[in-house]
C-alpha cells in the first residue's frame, strides 16, 4: 500500500516538474496556458494528497500534527476553488479583460496554494518516515 502512496507521489511531482519546464505556443496567452496547466496539476496533486490522507490519516497526523485539519479544510473550499478556476479560464478565455485576468490570476493563486499545502505535509511526512 505505501509502495503505491509513494508512486502517486512521485507520479505528481514528475508531472509537476514536466508542466513547469513546458514551453509556449507562438501566440499562446502565458497566464491562459499557466492557469490551464495548473489546474490539472493541483488538482492531482491535491486529490492524492486527500486520498492519502484518508488511508493514513492517523499516523499522518502523528507525524505532521494538524494535517488532517489541512485536509479537511481542502475537502470543503477545494471543490469549489477548482471550479472557480476553471469557470476563470472559461470566462478569461472568452474575452480577455484586464479584469477576468485579475479574477484568473487570482483563483490560479488559490489552487495553486492548495496544491503547495498538500505538497508540503506529504513532504514533511515523507521525510519524518
Wanted: aromatic fraction near 6%.
Amino acid at each position: 500500500m505505501r509502495e503505491k502512496q509513494w508512486l502517486v507521489i512521485v507520479a505528481a511531482l514528475a508531472l509537476v516538474a514536466l508542466v513547469g519546464c513546458a514551453t509556449i505556443q507562438p501566440g499562446a496567452d502565458p497566464v491562459l496556458v499557466r492557469a490551464e496547466q495548473a489546474l490539472v496539476v493541483s488538482f492531482e496533486t491535491v486529490d492524492a494528497f486527500l486520498r492519502i490522507e484518508r488511508e493514513n490519516q492517523h499516523a499522518l497526523d502523528e507525524v505532521v500534527p494538524g494535517a488532517h485539519a489541512v485536509a479537511e479544510s481542502m475537502r470543503t473550499r477545494g471543490p469549489a476553488s477548482f471550479r472557480a478556476l476553471e469557470a476563470a479560464i472559461t470566462a478569461y478565455r472568452a474575452h480577455r479583460t484586464p479584469e477576468r485576468r485579475a479574477t484568473l490570476i487570482t483563483w490560479l493563486a488559490v489552487c495553486e496554494q492548495l496544491a503547495h499545502d498538500a505538497q508540503a505535509i506529504l513532504a514533511a511526512w515523507g521525510g519524518a518516515r
